[in-house]
């Protein structure tokens, strides 16, 4: 059995703390000083950036944006804004994806072919379709946010960006696998032309 590198160790421990990150600002709401939730975002921010391979220009929009966040969270210890926070990384996400779309290769085909996935025709349509379902789910997530941070109750925007969101995006990851493996059985039993 391999042990995983200190690198992939750095990266879980980021998506764990970021995933975490609802629920530390719930708990500190409570406590009336959101200042230790941006401190915390700061430095889960910094070990992401000085992950190796952390650097990629999506990866830089993602820090940058957490970063813009976490100061201004600082400065103001506005609830409001710690509650933005999600509405920011999906907005980054959806610009991210959206612009590849624009700009191709898109962002699944990128991903895929990093991972090195081979792609013919139909593989870069299917790709482009997956970047065009996770842009509606960034627009979708992004306004459930929206509203859970203006409008919600702390439980309900912590239960929605902490858990809700994270289990939404989950299921297209495995909805994505599924579909794909289906396609990939029906391109195989297809007769050769």
Do not use: H, K
């Not at 915390?40 to 990629?56: D, E, Y």
């Not at 859970?148 to 909805?175: D, K, P, Q």
Request: hydrophobic share 55%; with cysteine; glycine share 10%.
């Amino acid at each position: 059995m391999r042990l995983p590198t200190g690198r992939a160790v750095l990266r879980v421990g980021t998506v764990v703390l970021l995933a975490a990150y609802p629920f530390c600002v719930y708990v500190l709401m409570g406590r009336g000083n959101l200042r230790v939730a941006g401190l915390a975002l700061v430095a889960v921010l910094a070990v992401r950036f000085l992950t190796p391979g952390a650097t990629r220009v999506q990866g830089f929009a993602a820090l940058a944006t957490g970063a813009v966040f976490a100061l201004a969270i600082i400065a103001t210890n506005s609830e409001t804004l710690a509650r933005l926070y999600p509405v920011g990384v999906s907005a980054t996400m959806l610009a991210a994806f959206g612009l590849t779309l624009l700009r191709p290769p898109s962002m699944v085909e990128r991903i895929a072919r990093a991972a090195g996935a081979a792609l013919d025709a139909a593989g870069v349509r299917y790709t482009r379709t997956v970047t065009v379902v996770w842009c509606g789910f960034f627009i979708l997530n992004g306004c459930i946010a929206l509203a859970t941070a203006l409008a919600g109750s702390r439980e309900v925007w912590a239960l929605y960006n902490g858990l809700l969101s994270y289990l939404f995006a989950g299921a297209i990851l495995v909805g994505e696998r599924v579909v794909r493996e289906l396609l990939r059985r029906r391109a195989a039993r297809a007769p050769l032309p």
